[in-house]
Every structure is written in C-alpha cells, then in structure tokens.
C-alpha cells in the first residue's frame, strides 16, 4: 500500500458533531484515502471562526455531542476509531495567532506582537499577484514567536500543545501559515513530535505567501509543503519551475480546492470534466493529494470558517466518489505517481493538448496526456515513446472511462509509439511502463 499521503479533509463546520464525523471517514477510506485532515476543533473566540483558538485545550461546543461528559476523551475515542477504519488523522496546528480575546492575552502580553501604541497587532496576508491587496484578521492576535522577551515560555507552551495532542492520538499536523512562524521554532516543534511519535508528519500550509517566504522553510525540516498546482492552467511554466525550486525543500501536496477557495465546481459552473480533470492532475503532479469534503458530490458552496453548518450539505450535485477511487487506486498500480519526480514539458505549451512526462532517478517516467479544451474532444499522435521509456511495453489509463463509474477502477491498455489519441473534454490520461 502506498505511503503516500492522500488526504481527505474533513471540514468539522460541515461535518457536524464528533460522532457523524465517523459516516465521513468511513467514505473518506471507501473512496481510498489514508488521511483525514481536520481543521481546528479549539474552542473559538467571538467570531467564532476555526482558526480564531480562543482556548487550545477546550473544544469547539459544536462538535461535541450534547450527551458528552468529557469532550476530549470524545475526541480520542473518535480519533480511535478513524484509526480502526485504516486511516491517520491530521489536526491543523496554528501557532501564527489566538483570537483576539483569548486569555493568553492577558496572561502573557509579552507573547503578542504589539504596534506603537501598545495594542495587539492583528496577522494579513499579501496577496503574492498584487501586493496592493492585503488581508488583515481583525479577529486574530499575532504571536511573536521571533521576538517575545519570554520566548522560552512561548515555545514550550507550543512544544507541550504538540505533546498533548499527539498523546491524544493525532498522527500528524497541518502547520497553518508556516512562513509566519521562525524556522526554528518548526525545527523544536518537529523534534519533540518526533520523540513522542517518530512517523508523525509536519505539512507546511504556504498558501497566499510569496516565494521568498517559501525559500525560508528550507531549515525548518518540514514532511511536506502544498503546492500551486491548483492554479495552473498548462499555458505558462511557472508550476513546473516552482515545482523543480520546492522540491529541493520538501516534498508537496497537491490539492484542486481547499476550504480557502471557492468550490470549483461552481467556478466551472459545473463542469464535471474539470472537477475530475483537476483532480487528476493534483494526485498526479507531487507526492500526496488533498480532497476536501463535498468535492465527491461536486459541491458549490464554499466552506466558510464561520458560518458553514451540516444544514450546508448538499443533495443534488453529481456523484464522482467512483472516479475518485479509481484515481486513488492508482497511487498503488504507478509507482512514479506518488513521488515529487521532476516534471518535463514534453509538448508546445501553446497548443490545445499537453503532454507532460514525470521523471524519477529511481523510478521509471509516467506520462500525462492533457485536453486544455474544456469543451471540445482533441486529438493528439504519440511520439518519442520508445526514447521516453526505453523502448519497452506501455500501458495507458484512461482514467475519464465509462467503466470507472460502476467499478471505482481503471484497467490499463497496451499503447504504441505513433498512436492517435482522442482525448474527451478536459480529459487526462496517464501512460507508464507496463
């Protein structure tokens, strides 16, 4: 079975209380994903979102049972059985900022970055297209994990959270907004999860950061980093840059959609080709894949960190858990599809079609046939297969077939250098040694 992670993010505002969590997971594992990832559970400050912890070691009201004497046995207990159903569980872990009335404000004013005037200083972000656009939390208090004059306290605070919640049963952690925090403290972090549990992994969330920010996670030793990928349309090289840049950092996770973006299947207007096109290309362009809940059942609605609720979910979407399976699977049939490798434009980026090829020093190369036109079939000749692969025997997986709707596989064909492929409307195929 594959090692690599592929995830399946379990948003609790949609999901609901801890015990309808389990319906989730158990679809999360059917469909084949090895990881549940699952936003913060911390009990909430005012505007009740997510990432605004009032208190790290109580939990959210919402997701606790109304029955429930002792929510964090709940919690473990829960956590238990997502293990039982053959999955690792992931929390996110922010250490960037609290919420703006946590008592750690009080408790410990040296801990928070303040501006001129003696007030707390609130996180942004900027936008790294347009540094014009910068998004400040208002609701959030920003540590100052580089500077406080108590740092020590600080970061053993942060080291204890990591302890506990480890104990707890979690098996890895989403670092939310890694470039903020000091490499070092990354570095603390990981070192006493790993003395508590040596396989427990450390995912850097970067998204929104600029590319100088992602360089200076380089020390930080980090499992993974999420990549661009979703924003890559095949015109221009830039992901394939990025991706040959990051790597020498950490391996990464690709993702189609996350609870920070709109849902794409409302981007597309509901274009069921793309919503498979671009899942595709994240579980095969880096080593792992996120998929949040809902994008099985093609959802439109974006996850909101403050007002989703399970009275969200929706009934009347197409169904693509089979497709998604299928996809799943094939991280244990293609071995090259669930390591970073080194990716190659192997086609004029220009045309209507791209073929791109996946290289690993220890592994043989995968192909990807590309269809850009989200409307039209096109079709492209193979050629430099033989050079590609060595003069041996390929097959081709077209994941996009009829039969994967009734059987959650795909069964490979023999394919020869020189053959006519006809690709559907934003279709992906994947060819790799036989």
């Known amino acids: 079975m594959t090692s690599s992670p592929i995830i399946y993010s379990l948003f609790p505002r949609l999901a609901g209380a801890m015990p309808e969590w389990l319906d989730h997971s158990a679809r999360a594992a059917e469909m084949g994903f090895n990881w549940i990832h699952i936003n913060p559970v911390h009990y909430p400050g005012f505007s009740g979102s997510l990432y605004a912890v009032k208190d790290f070691y109580k939990l959210n009201p919402l997701f606790v049972p109304e029955s429930c004497a002792d929510p964090m046995e709940e919690l473990r207990r829960t956590i238990a059985a997502m293990h039982d159903q053959g999955l690792l569980v992931m929390m996110d872990l922010v250490v960037n900022h609290t919420a703006k009335d946590s008592p750690l404000i009080k408790e410990h004013p040296s801990w928070f970055r303040k501006d001129a005037d003696g007030y707390v200083v609130s996180p942004s972000a900027i936008d790294p297209a347009d540094s014009r656009k910068v998004t400040v939390w208002g609701d959030l208090a920003e540590i100052d994990n580089a500077n406080s004059r108590e740092r020590q306290e600080l970061w053993a605070y942060w080291t204890a959270l990591v302890q506990y919640y480890l104990e707890l049963g979690f098996d890895g952690f989403r670092c939310d907004a890694a470039y903020k925090v000091p490499s070092q403290l990354w570095q603390l972090l ?26 200076g996670l380089r020390a930080a030793g980090f499992d993974y ?88 979910w929706e009934d009347h979407g197409p169904d693509i858990s089979p497709f998604i399976k299928a996809v799943n699977s094939l991280f244990d049939q293609i071995e090259t599809l669930g390591v970073e490798g080194r990716w190659e434009v192997e086609t004029d980026l220009d045309s209507p079609t791209t073929v791109l090829c996946k290289r690993d020093r220890e592994r043989s190369p995968l192909l990807l046939l590309v269809n850009k036109d989200w409307h039209a079939k096109q079709t492209l000749r193979l050629h430099g297969l033989d050079r590609i692969f060595g003069g041996k025997a390929c097959q081709i997986y077209r994941v996009f077939g009829d039969r994967i709707e009734s059987t959650g596989a795909v069964a490979p064909q023999p394919i020869s250098c020189g053959e006519e492929v006809a690709l559907g409307p934003a279709e992906i195929s994947i060819i790799s040694i036989a």
């Open 225 to 312: 980093l999420f990549n661009s990928s979703k924003w890559w349309n095949f015109d221009e090289r830039w992901a394939i840059e990025q991706h040959a840049e990051f790597s020498e950092i950490a391996p990464s996770v690709s993702f189609p959609e996350t609870h920070d973006t709109h849902r794409l299947f409302r981007d597309t207007e509901g274009a069921v080709q793309v919503q498979k096109q671009r899942y595709v290309l994240a579980a095969a362009f880096a080593s792992g894949v996120l998929m949040p809940i809902g994008y099985e059942h093609c959802f439109k609605k974006k996850l909101d960190v403050v007002e989703s609720s399970p009275s969200d």
């Open 190 to 215: 990981i070192s006493a999860g790993r003395k508590r549990n040596s396989e427990v992994l450390f995912v850097a969330e970067t998204l929104g950061c600029r590319l100088a920010e992602v360089r």
